[in-house]
Every structure is written in structure tokens, then in C-alpha cells.
């Protein structure tokens, strides 16, 4: 498979990159580490005629603290270096295991936390090539009028499966969008729609300029993904736990499901559950029935989907209990 041809263009600033975004209009497209990107365009999912590529960008690059004692991550560090801080392997537990379950480690000196955050979303009738897809008259997400997995739907279904999303989300991070217009800060949580074809709230002229953790504090946090092989996959299913401990009542309690929507999903009702409470045995079997409503894996993915459903229970209830064994 061939690449279409594509005009390329190298800022060396975040400024420059949001201009030549702007001029170049709605055929241009931004490419981190190109590892979702330049597959995409293989398969003609989508044919930017120009790419902004972020490659020379030093300002979106690295792990720094912030006055707040939190972390500021340049979406354009490489996912390597973000498994390779020792801040982040310190502090933040279930972010590094996050990501340095993505993919294979020659994808990760490539791919970008920037990337992985802005993922287009999955399908089984999508992420074929062309000719595929054309034997099938395509589908709605691409070319096409149909959802082959809901014929009767008016929207895309396709899953989020981003791993570090769910991780970012539980933590409370924020992101820094640049565009003509100036820059904007939304929690990351609030960039996600429930829509396989419109999947993010972000303008196409606005880049990704920072991706801030709140200060660690006390938060505990995990993740568990669920894929098929061990060594590479996406997730099926992702799920990120975090609260903060005092003593054994847990507070601030996220649970943050990928992989069962087109975006990620908090499990709001077993949050609530868990609150101000100590995480018993029942408690966490309950909260992982919680959980369990808001998945709607269906049949776009790997596994069987009703099976994927169940493991949501056990994926919650296994990733609470880690909370409460870990010291952080
Ligand atoms: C074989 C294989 C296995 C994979 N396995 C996994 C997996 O297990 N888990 C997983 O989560 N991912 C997986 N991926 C997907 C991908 O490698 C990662 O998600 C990676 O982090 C994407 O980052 P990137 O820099 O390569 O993104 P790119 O391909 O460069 O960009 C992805 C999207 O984000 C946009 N974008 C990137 N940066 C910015 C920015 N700063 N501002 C605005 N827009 C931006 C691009 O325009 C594009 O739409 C896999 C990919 C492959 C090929
Ligand atoms: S969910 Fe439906 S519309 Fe979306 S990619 Fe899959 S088949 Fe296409």
C-alpha cells in the first residue's frame, strides 16, 4: 500500500505550525509520529493534501513539572521518552503502564502521547484496506451510507481505543489548544464525543499544544487492558481506576472505561458508589455491576462482544482492589 501524495510541511514553532494550519486550510492535517496517521492514509481513510508535521516543534516535546507539582507532557513526546521518565514511573503508575502497553516499542520511539490521545476510532469494516472496504460499499465513517454493525443506525459506532485517554481522564488532565483564535484549556475529558465520525471536540485548526497533570498527591491509579496477544493489540477494553486515599476511605474515585464507545466512558454511577467509602470486597463487586451499564461493546471489535461486556465487571473489580493493595 502506497502513501497519496502529500504536500509536507516542517515548522520549528508552535506558531508557525498553527499558521501554516490555517493557511493551508481544511486539506491540511497535523502528523505527530504518523503511526495511526500514514496507515490511515494508506487505506484512503483520509488524503490530507498537505501534512503539518510537529516532528521539529522542541516547544511540544518532553515531561517538565508544572508550579502546581504536576506534570506538563508535549504531545509531541515521543511515547519511548514518557515510559522512559522516571517522574512519570514514579507518580504516575497507570499512565506509564498505559503506555508502555501501546502497540510494539519500535511503534513507540515513533507514535506520540499527542497521538494517542487524538486516535481515530476502530472498526472491523473500517481499518481494512481500500479494496476491502469498496467490496463492501464501504460504510458511513468512510465513503459510504451504511453502519454494517447497526444497518438500522444514523451514527458510526466505531470504539476509542486509545490506552493513555481513560489513564488521562481518571487523572484529571487538561489540554492546551492553539488556533488562530488563541489558545483554549478544557479539561481532556470534555475533547471526547460519543460519535465514531465526529470523535473529538477540536477544531481542525487547532493544534495540541500540552497535555497538564494535576500534582500526584495521594492519588493511586491502574490500568487494566484487555487484548488479545500480550506483546501487541489494541485494547478491547481498557479500564483506568484512581482515588486518593485517606486512611482506607477512598475520595475523588474515577473509573474510566475504553474501547465499549466511540469515546471513553466514567462509569459516573459506580464513582458515586464508591465515594467516601472503605473499598470492601462488596462494595467493589457492586461498583463493577455499576460499571458494567454504560459499556456497549458491540460487534466491531475483537471477541465476542457480549463476553467483552462481562469483563467489564471483572476488569473494575480487579482494578479497585489494585488501589487498595497498592501504597500508590
Ligand atoms: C500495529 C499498531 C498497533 C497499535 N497499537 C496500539 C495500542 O495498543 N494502543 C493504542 O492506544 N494505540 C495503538 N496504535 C496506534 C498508534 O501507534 C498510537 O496511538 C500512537 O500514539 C499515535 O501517535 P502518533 O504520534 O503516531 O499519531 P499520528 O498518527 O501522527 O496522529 C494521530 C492523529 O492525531 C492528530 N495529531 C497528532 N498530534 C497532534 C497535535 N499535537 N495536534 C493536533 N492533532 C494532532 C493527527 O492529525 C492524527 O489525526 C497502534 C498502531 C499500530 C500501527
Ligand atoms: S461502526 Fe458502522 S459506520 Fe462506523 S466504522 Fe463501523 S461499520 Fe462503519
Same mark, same amino acid.
Given at each position: 500500500?502506497?502513501?497519496?501524495?502529500?504536500?509536507?510541511?516542517?515548522?520549528?514553532?508552535?506558531?508557525?505550525? &498553527?499558521?501554516?494550519?490555517? $493557511?493551508? !486550510?481544511?486539506?491540511?492535517? &497535523?502528523?505527530?509520529?504518523?503511526?495511526?496517521?500514514?496507515?490511515?492514509?494508506?487505506?484512503? *481513510?483520509?488524503?490530507?493534501?498537505?501534512?503539518?508535521?510537529?516532528?521539529?516543534? !522542541?516547544?511540544?516535546? !518532553?515531561?517538565?513539572?508544572?508550579?502546581?507539582?504536576?506534570?506538563?507532557?508535549?504531545?509531541?513526546?515521543?511515547?519511548?521518552?514518557?515510559?522512559?521518565? $522516571?517522574?512519570?514511573?514514579?507518580?504516575?503508575?497507570?499512565?506509564?503502564?498505559?503506555?508502555?502497553?501501546?502497540?510494539?516499542?519500535?511503534?513507540?520511539?515513533?507514535?506520540?502521547?499527542?497521538?494517542?490521545?487524538? +486516535?481515530?476510532?476502530?472498526?472491523?469494516?473500517?481499518?481494512?484496506?481500500?479494496?476491502?472496504?469498496?467490496?463492501?460499499?464501504?460504510?458511513?465513517?468512510?465513503?459510504?451510507?451504511?453502519?454494517?454493525?447497526?444497518?438500522? $443506525?444514523?451514527?458510526?459506532?466505531?470504539?476509542?481505543?486509545?490506552?493513555?485517554?481513560?489513564?488521562?481522564?481518571?487523572?484529571?488532565?487538561?489540554?492546551?489548544?492553539? $488556533?488562530?483564535?488563541?489558545?483554549?484549556?478544557?479539561?481532556?475529558?470534555?475533547?471526547?464525543?460519543? #460519535?465514531?465520525?465526529?470523535?473529538?471536540?477540536?477544531?481542525?485548526?487547532?493544534?495540541?499544544?500540552?497535555?497538564?497533570?494535576?500534582?500526584?498527591?495521594?492519588?493511586?491509579? *491502574?490500568?487494566?487492558? +484487555? /487484548?488479545?496477544?500480550?506483546?501487541? #493489540?489494541?485494547?478491547?477494553?481498557?479500564?483506568?481506576?484512581?482515588?486518593?486515599? *485517606?486512611?482506607? %476511605?477512598?475520595?475523588?474515585? /474515577?473509573?474510566?472505561?475504553?474501547? %465499549?464507545?466511540?469515546?471513553?466512558?466514567?462509569?459516573?454511577?459506580?464513582?458515586? +458508589?464508591?465515594?467516601?467509602?472503605?473499598?470492601?470486597?462488596? +462494595?467493589?463487586?457492586?461498583?463493577? #455491576?455499576?460499571?458494567?451499564?454504560?459499556?456497549?461493546?458491540?460487534?466491531?471489535?475483537?471477541?465476542?462482544?457480549?463476553?467483552?461486556?462481562?469483563? &467489564?465487571?471483572?476488569?473494575?473489580?480487579?482494578?479497585?482492589?489494585?488501589?487498595?493493595?497498592?501504597?500508590?
Amino acid at each position: 500500500m502506497r502513501l497519496p501524495p502529500f504536500k509536507y510541511l516542517a515548522p520549528t514553532s508552535v506558531a508557525e505550525a &498553527v499558521l501554516m494550519l490555517a $493557511s493551508e !486550510g481544511p486539506g491540511a492535517s &497535523v502528523v505527530a509520529g504518523g503511526t495511526d496517521l500514514y496507515p490511515n492514509m494508506k487505506r484512503r *481513510h483520509q488524503t490530507p493534501k498537505t501534512l503539518v508535521a510537529l516532528r521539529r516543534v !522542541g516547544e511540544l516535546r !518532553g515531561v517538565s513539572p508544572t508550579p502546581d507539582g504536576g506534570l506538563r507532557l508535549g504531545p509531541a513526546t515521543t511515547l519511548t521518552a514518557i515510559e522512559r521518565d $522516571s517522574r512519570v514511573r514514579a507518580t504516575q503508575p497507570a499512565l506509564w503502564t498505559a503506555v508502555r502497553s501501546i502497540s510494539t516499542p519500535l511503534l513507540r520511539n515513533m507514535g506520540t502521547i499527542g497521538g494517542n490521545v487524538l +486516535l481515530d476510532t476502530r472498526c472491523n469494516y473500517y481499518n481494512q484496506n481500500f479494496e476491502w472496504r469498496r467490496a463492501i460499499n464501504f460504510c458511513m465513517k468512510c465513503e459510504g451510507d451504511t453502519c454494517w454493525v447497526a444497518p438500522g $443506525s444514523d451514527r458510526c459506532w466505531a470504539v476509542n481505543s486509545s490506552d493513555s485517554a481513560p489513564v488521562l481522564i481518571a487523572l484529571g488532565a487538561r489540554v492546551r489548544l492553539a $488556533s488562530p483564535r488563541g489558545v483554549r484549556e478544557v479539561p481532556l475529558e470534555a475533547l471526547y464525543r460519543e #460519535d465514531g465520525i465526529s470523535w473529538l471536540a477540536k477544531e481542525p485548526d487547532e493544534v495540541l499544544t500540552d497535555l497538564l497533570l494535576p500534582p500526584p498527591g495521594e492519588v493511586r491509579s *491502574h490500568y487494566g487492558k +484487555l /487484548r488479545r496477544r500480550g506483546a501487541f #493489540d489494541f485494547p478491547v477494553l481498557g479500564v483506568a481506576t484512581a482515588a486518593t486515599f *485517606h486512611g482506607e %476511605v477512598a475520595t475523588g474515585v /474515577r473509573v474510566v472505561l475504553n474501547g %465499549v464507545g466511540s469515546a471513553p466512558v466514567r462509569a459516573k454511577e459506580a464513582e458515586a +458508589l464508591l465515594e467516601g467509602k472503605r473499598l470492601t470486597d462488596d +462494595l467493589v463487586r457492586a461498583a463493577g #455491576d455499576l460499571a458494567f451499564k454504560p459499556a456497549k461493546p458491540l460487534d466491531n471489535t475483537d471477541f465476542e462482544n457480549a463476553w467483552r461486556k462481562k469483563m &467489564v465487571k471483572v476488569y473494575v473489580r480487579d482494578g479497585l482492589q489494585a488501589l487498595r493493595a497498592t501504597s500508590r
